[in-house]
Every structure is written in structure tokens, then in C-alpha cells.
């Protein structure tokens, strides 16, 4: 089944402890993203990889990091944890498809507590 | 003014009407996303789509590029429809996701 998984789904920690989010996904697929999703703000992309060792800021990347060392992977790092970093995170993977890449796939979610 | 705009913001029907949600863009766009995400749930691919039309049992998407407006009509609505549809816009070679805020859709038995 295809699918893009992440863990922990829930995750309560404390200012300043650093945590991992990961995700990993079965397709393949070449372009993976991370997104948060604030009440009132919607999805907001953090950061985007368009293959292995090629990643990028998205729209509101501060406090967070990324990798792309295997296709499959692709974990969300906070270094250094602050409550404005309470939120549901996504995860997602699109194929290149032919020119407009395939339709997404997103893992369940994280729902982040940071006090 | 937002990139993107959905509407309505929130949609109370009954069971079996027909649905209607509306998206228009202002950014440039190779593709465009439906989304689906139940209350407390994950989000769910249900469209995408360039041009013209797509239909998937009581789900139907259309896309107007020059008019730079999608629709997403549900037929005969069932309480199983009830969550919050998303419009995302995608464009670029990095195939980014522009997302609108959504719409509620609440279906009533």
C-alpha cells in the first residue's frame, strides 16, 4: 500500500529539547515536504527536497532543520524547541510525474506540544 | 490579499444536496489539489488536476486556467462528507503547494 508514515503521532516535550519527526514514504517518489498547520493560518510550507542530498527553505523554515540522505526518509529536526512551535506537522511525497509531478501523499500528521 | 481564496468558508447542507466549493488563484500554476482532512485526521489527495474536468463517484473537479478558478461539487451529500475540503494551487519546478484555508463542510442526516 502507498503510504507516508511519520512518527510520533503525538508528541508533548519542553523548551530547548531537541526532537525528530520522522517520515518515510514507499513510492519512491522524488519530492517530499514538510508543512505546518496553524488555526486561522492553514498549511504553510517549512521545508521541500526534490531528491536525495537537495533540500530548501520553504515559506517559514526558522527553528528547523532537514535531511535527505536516503530517497525513502525525510525527518524534520527542531534543534532547539519553542512553544511558537506548537502545531500539527505534515508530512508529504509527490512523484516527478511528467511535468506537474503526481498528486500528493501525506502522512497522518504530528500534533506538537512544545511547553 | 491572499493567493488563494476559497469559498464558502463554512457550508451546512443536507443529506443528499449537491455541493459546491469554489477556489480561485492569483499565482501561476502547473496543477491543482483537492484536499480532504476529516476533524482531527490526516489529509487525503482526492484530485489533481491541469485542465478541464475529473470525476471520481460523487466527486467531481473542474478547473478553469484562464479564469484561474476550480470547483469541487459533491452530489448527493452524505453525513460521510462532513470535513474540511482544501484547494492547493501547485506551481514551479518544485511542485509547491499554495494552500488555501479551507472549507467546513458539516452534512446533516
Known amino acids: 500500500e502507498a503510504q507516508v508514515t511519520q512518527n510520533p503521532r503525538y508528541l508533548i516535550t519542553v523548551t530547548g529539547k531537541k526532537l525528530t519527526v520522522t517520515c518515510s514514504q514507499n513510492?519512491?517518489?522524488?519530492?517530499m515536504s514538510w508543512y505546518r498547520q496553524d488555526p486561522g493560518l492553514g498549511l504553510r510550507q517549512i521545508y521541500y527536497s526534490m531528491n536525495v542530498e537537495v533540500t530548501d527553505k520553504g515559506d517559514v523554515p526558522e527553528g528547523y532543520k532537514v535531511s535527505r540522505k536516503e530517497k525513502r526518509n525525510f525527518p524534520l529536526i527542531l534543534e532547539s524547541p519553542s512553544p511558537n512551535q506548537t502545531s500539527l506537522y505534515f508530512c508529504a511525497s509527490q512523484g516527478e510525474g511528467r511535468t506537474i509531478g503526481t498528486e500528493a501523499f501525506f502522512g497522518q500528521g504530528t500534533r506538537l506540544t512544545v511547553v | 490579499k491572499n493567493e488563494v481564496e476559497q469559498s464558502p468558508q463554512n457550508l451546512t447542507a443536507q443529506e443528499g444536496e449537491f455541493i459546491t466549493i469554489n477556489c480561485s488563484y492569483s499565482?501561476?500554476?502547473?496543477?491543482l489539489h483537492w484536499l480532504q482532512q476529516h476533524p482531527g485526521g490526516g489529509i487525503v489527495s482526492l484530485f489533481m488536476l491541469s485542465s478541464g474536468k475529473k470525476k471520481h463517484g460523487r466527486l467531481i473537479a473542474t478547473i478553469n486556467i484562464q479564469e484561474k478558478h476550480s470547483s469541487l461539487h459533491i452530489t448527493a451529500s452524505h453525513p460521510r462528507d462532513s470535513a474540511v475540503y482544501i484547494c492547493a494551487p501547485s506551481g514551479g519546478s518544485n511542485y509547491k503547494l499554495t494552500f488555501g484555508k479551507g472549507t467546513l463542510l458539516t452534512v446533516n442526516p
Open positions: 499565482v501561476g500554476i502547473s496543477a
Open positions: 513510492m519512491n517518489h522524488e519530492y
